[in-house]
Nanobody, 115 residues
């Protein structure tokens, strides 16, 4: 089993920045892709950004130009740099690794953006 540990959430005001990280508990050699999702109370869980094994990235339209997904050189940690945060970005953020075509999820980290 692969465990993912998230950190970096918190409270900021509109226009602020936060950087989320998600690290695997052990070396992982067959990562197909990494992604970030978010879920606000009473709403569905939505895909925010993805990065593939080859480094290709995709973003939800709502965060394009403001968020950046990246991974470290070893490839076992994924980051989400969030700039120009807005109250609409307030949600519980989850990371996901696809390893050998199986999904592994982080525990979630809260991001709150005030006006």
């Amino acid at each position: 089993q692969v465990q993912l540990v998230e950190s970096g959430g918190g409270l900021t005001q509109a226009g602020g920045s936060l950087r989320l990280s998600c690290a695997a508990s052990r070396e992982v050699f067959s990562i197909n892709s990494m992604a970030w999702y978010r879920q606000a109370p009473g709403k569905q869980r939505d895909l925010v950004a993805t990065i593939t094994r080859g480094g290709r990235t995709t973003y939800a339209d709502s965060v394009k130009g403001r968020f950046t997904i990246s991974r470290d050189n070893a490839g076992n940690t994924v980051y989400l740099q969030m700039d120009s945060l807005q109250p609409e970005d307030t949600a519980l953020y989850y990371c996901k690794f696809v390893v050998n075509w199986k999904d592994y999820w982080g525990q979630g980290t809260q991001v709150t953006v005030s006006s």
